[in-house]
């Protein structure tokens, strides 16, 4: 019998497995770091964009910072569920606003206020009392993700409105000259609500961490591999 027949059917199953698992632990690597740049460039956006727009863009300018004269539209008070700060649930408050000067074919665009915190009770929403007259609402344009929804979930036709994703689309179809992207306050209009949201939800940084953790297991499995064919070698 060969020395490579006499080494233990196991340890070689062990030495295939690790073979296998080799190139998806460096591809894992890889992505992590790739994802890594991606937030970089993000904060480098969100840090360079301006800051001085009076009128909003013609062009998806995101991140780009406003301050926008109007007022606010009362009919409609959007409640956008489940969202959560320091582990308490409640909605993001958004709302749309008519423009005083109006642009080309826009005339709204929302408004995210701010977070309110929910009631243990699903069936309360909180009172929202929006500021009368005109107003001037300071923030950063931002375009929400395209959404991904099994079924569409159910608006009421006015009042508050709890929604659970921010559709577009759908706000288009019920505010004409709405604009694509949505103003983030940089400070709260009312005292309730609270406003800030981080820019990345995963810092370059942790992603860094992971893709190193990634590639030390992909090491281990080398090391592990090396060792066992040399002392198997050895004992032969």
Known sequence: MSKVQRIPVSKWFMVILALLLMPLLVWLGIWQLQRADEKQQ???????????????????????????????????????????????????????????????????????????????????????????????????????????????????????????????????ARHSGLYPAVIRMDKPLLPQLRVGWPVVTMTPQRHIGYAVQWFGLAMVLVTGCGWLLWHQRRAL
């Open 42 to 172: 993000l904060l480098a956006q969100w840090n360079n964009a301006r800051m001085d727009l009076t009128v909003l863009p013609e062009q998806d300018v995101a991140p780009a910072g406003v301050a926008l004269t109007g007022h606010f539209i009362r009919g409609a008070v959007y409640l956008l569920d489940n969202r959560t700060r320091e582990g308490r649930v409640g909605y993001e408050v958004i709302v749309p606003f008519e423009l005083a000067v109006q642009q080309s074919k826009t005339r709204l665009v929302m408004v995210n206020l701010g977070w309110i915190q929910g009631s243990q009770y699903r069936d309360q929403l909180p009172s929202i009392e929006l500021p009368q007259g005109e107003q001037r609402v300071v923030g950063r344009l931002v375009t929400p993700l395209p959404i991904v929804q099994l079924r569409a979930d159910r608006w009421q036709p006015g009042g508050l409105i709890r929604i659970q994703q921010l559709d577009m689309d759908r706000l288009a």
